[in-house]
C-alpha cells in the first residue's frame, strides 16, 4: 500500500469501521473482536495507565471498574509514511447515570495483511471548554494534530 490519500473514501470507510468495531467490542465486552481492532504489538495510553500488546489491552479495558456507553465521532484523517494513517477522534461517554464526558482518541493505524489496525492509541479526557493544545481559528488541522501528538509524546 502507497501512503493513502486520507481524501479518499475507501480509505476513509475503512478507518470508520475500524474505529467503529472498537466501541462496539468495547461497549458489548466482546474482547476477541479487538484482534480484528489492534496490531499484536499495539501499546494504549489510557487514563489510567499504558498497556502493551493486545493481551495487556484486552485486560487493561476490561478491568476498567466502569465502562460507560461511549461513541467515537468526527474523525479527521492525516496521512502517515509507508501507507499509516494518523486519526483524531471525539470520544463522548455516557454513564448509567446520564453523566457525559468527551474527550479524544488519537490513532496511529497501520496497514496489516488483514486490513487496517490500531498501532498506537492515546486516550484522553478533555475538561469543559477545553481546546486542543495551540489552536486557534484557521488553523491547519495536520499541524494541530502533529502538535497534540508531541504534547501527548
Not at 474505529?19 to 496490531?39: G, K
Amino acid at each position: 500500500m502507497t501512503d493513502p490519500d486520507t481524501t479518499d473514501a475507501g480509505i476513509a470507510h475503512e478507518v470508520d469501521q475500524l474505529l467503529t468495531r472498537y466501541v462496539h467490542a468495547v461497549d458489548n465486552a466482546a474482547w476477541d473482536e479487538l484482534a480484528a481492532v489492534f496490531t499484536p504489538d499495539a501499546q494504549l495510553t489510557g487514563l489510567r495507565a499504558t498497556a502493551d500488546g493486545l493481551t495487556a489491552i484486552v485486560d487493561y479495558i476490561a478491568g476498567t471498574p466502569e465502562r460507560p456507553a461511549h461513541h467515537c465521532v468526527n474523525t479527521a484523517l492525516t496521512a502517515g509514511p509507508r501507507g499509516s494513517v494518523h486519526a483524531w477522534s471525539r470520544l463522548i461517554t455516557v454513564a448509567a447515570d446520564g453523566a457525559a464526558a468527551c474527550g479524544d482518541y488519537t490513532d496511529l493505524i497501520v496497514p496489516t495483511t488483514d486490513g487496517l489496525r490500531i498501532h498506537r492509541r492515546r486516550v484522553r479526557l478533555r475538561a469543559p471548554g477545553e481546546t486542543a493544545p495551540g489552536t486557534s481559528e484557521g488553523a491547519d488541522p495536520a499541524a494541530l494534530f502533529q502538535r497534540w501528538e508531541r504534547e501527548r509524546g
